[in-house]
């Protein structure tokens, strides 16, 4: 059987916004960072795609990227663009040390994503206004406000399936199960064994292991997330009418992202 691999699939528009950081930003203050940022353009953000090209128009900070095409899909996307927009917004109030400058500056940000294969362009907007509301709501209510990035996320995600992952895999779904985000893989049967998932099985969650611990910021970002929810994430592989599966809890999670 060929190896099988975990799959990971988060938005990246944290990773844009962290690029740039504004310390007391006043106009040209942020003129400044953002030629610093485009002076390093094209930026990797590891899996999810790139960064190429940041400016301002007027008080709008808008940041060009490439996604890439194996993990997010423009076209299905733009379906329903509203879940992505409130990815983009709750990632940047979360995870982004500036954005009480932003507020307060009034700075909006845009994001032009285009798809790696397709060239699909999708256009998000997001003012001032809505990062001082969710901004507000984190304050309120901090544990209220992960459970929400989680499901938000989990919804960016289920936009993309099912979602080969190679010609024996397919993703078919990722959701919360209790106290676990769930991965749930399909397997050909014509081309997998039940004996074969069985000895593969510790392969694949060293390889998943390995991953959860690496430096891969869309990785790293959803494994924060969920160790700062209390939850594991279990690897879930279908294989007619039974299921293999293996998990990671919070702790594990914990022990990858110290090593």
Same mark, same amino acid.
């Given at each position: 059987?060929?190896?099988?691999?975990?799959?990971?699939?988060?938005?990246?528009?944290?990773?844009?916004?962290?690029?740039?950081?504004?310390?007391?930003?006043?106009?040209?203050?942020?003129?400044?960072?953002?030629?610093?940022? =485009?002076?390093?353009?094209?930026?990797?953000?590891?899996?999810?795609?790139?960064? $190429?090209?940041?400016?301002?128009?007027?008080?709008?900070?808008?940041?060009?990227?490439?996604?890439?095409?194996?993990?997010? =899909?423009?076209?299905?996307?733009?379906?329903?663009?509203? /879940?992505?927009?409130?990815?983009?917004?709750?990632? /940047?109030?979360?995870?982004?040390?500036?954005?009480?400058?932003?507020?307060?500056?009034?700075?909006?940000?845009?994001?032009?994503?285009?798809?790696?294969?397709?060239?699909?362009?999708?256009?998000?907007?997001?003012?001032?206004?809505?990062?001082?509301?969710?901004?507000?709501?984190?304050?309120?209510?901090?544990?209220?406000?992960?459970?929400?990035?989680?499901?938000?996320?989990?919804?960016?995600?289920?936009?993309?399936?099912?979602?080969?992952?190679?010609?024996?895999?397919?993703?078919?779904?990722?959701?919360?199960?209790?106290? =676990?985000?769930?991965?749930?893989?399909?397997?050909?049967?014509?081309?997998?064994?039940?004996?074969?998932?069985?000895?593969?099985?510790?392969?694949?969650?060293?390889?998943?292991?390995?991953?959860?611990?690496?430096?891969?910021?869309?990785?790293?970002?959803?494994?924060?997330?969920?160790?700062?929810?209390?939850?594991?994430?279990? $690897?879930?592989?279908?294989?007619?009418?039974?299921?293999?599966?293996?998990?990671?809890?919070?702790?594990?999670?914990?022990?990858?992202?110290?090593?």
């Amino acid at each position: 059987m060929k190896r099988l691999h975990y799959f990971g699939l988060l938005p990246l528009m944290a990773c844009l916004t962290m690029a740039i950081m504004m310390g007391g930003c006043k106009k040209m203050k942020l003129q400044h960072e953002i030629d610093r940022v =485009n002076a390093k353009c094209p930026i990797d953000v590891g899996m999810a795609g790139r960064i $190429y090209k940041v400016w301002l128009d007027d008080n709008t900070v808008v940041f060009e990227a490439q996604l890439n095409a194996d993990l997010m =899909n423009v076209e299905k996307l733009k379906n329903n663009p509203n /879940v992505m927009k409130e990815a983009s917004l709750l990632n /940047v109030v979360d995870e982004n040390q500036s954005v009480e400058q932003m507020i307060a500056e009034k700075v909006d940000l845009k994001y032009i994503l285009t798809d790696s294969v397709s060239q699909e362009k999708l256009e998000l907007l997001i003012t001032s206004d809505e990062l001082a509301k969710a901004y507000h709501e984190k304050k309120n209510d901090e544990k209220k406000f992960t459970f929400r990035r989680i499901d938000n996320q989990i919804a960016v995600t289920q936009l993309q399936l099912p979602m080969a992952v190679d010609e024996a895999t397919m993703l078919i779904d990722f959701f919360r199960e209790g106290d =676990n985000a769930v991965y749930l893989y399909e397997l050909n049967s014509d081309m997998v064994t039940l004996n074969t998932l069985d000895e593969s099985l510790p392969m694949i969650k060293d390889n998943a292991s390995h991953l959860l611990a690496g430096n891969d910021p869309s990785v790293s970002s959803m494994v924060n997330l969920l160790i700062k929810a209390n939850m594991g994430l279990t $690897y879930r592989y279908r294989l007619g009418k039974t299921d293999k599966e293996f998990s990671f809890i919070p702790q594990d999670l914990k022990t990858l992202r110290n090593k």
